[in-house]
């Protein structure tokens, strides 16, 4: 068997690579779903400061 099949075959066995690969895939996932929580929040906040703006107006 050649150097490189072994080496190939040694990579596609070796467990500790997958982990950091997963490791990876859940910290993406992790990071997609705070950065959608915390837009529709930002928004919901522009939302009622723009409504409290509106509501302030007529009493000024």
């Known amino acids: 068997m050649s150097k490189f099949k ?3 075959l040694a990579f596609i066995r070796d467990e500790e ?3 950091m690969v997963e490791y ?3 910290g993406g996932l992790i990071l997609v779903g705070a950065v959608a929580a915390f837009s529709t929040v930002g928004f919901e906040v522009d939302r009622v400061i723009d409504l409290i ?3 302030l107006t007529g009493i000024v």
């Open 17 to 19: 690579g997958l982990t």
């Open 24 to 26: 990876a895939v859940a």
């Open 6 to 8: 072994q080496q190939a």
């Open 53 to 55: 703006g509106a509501e």
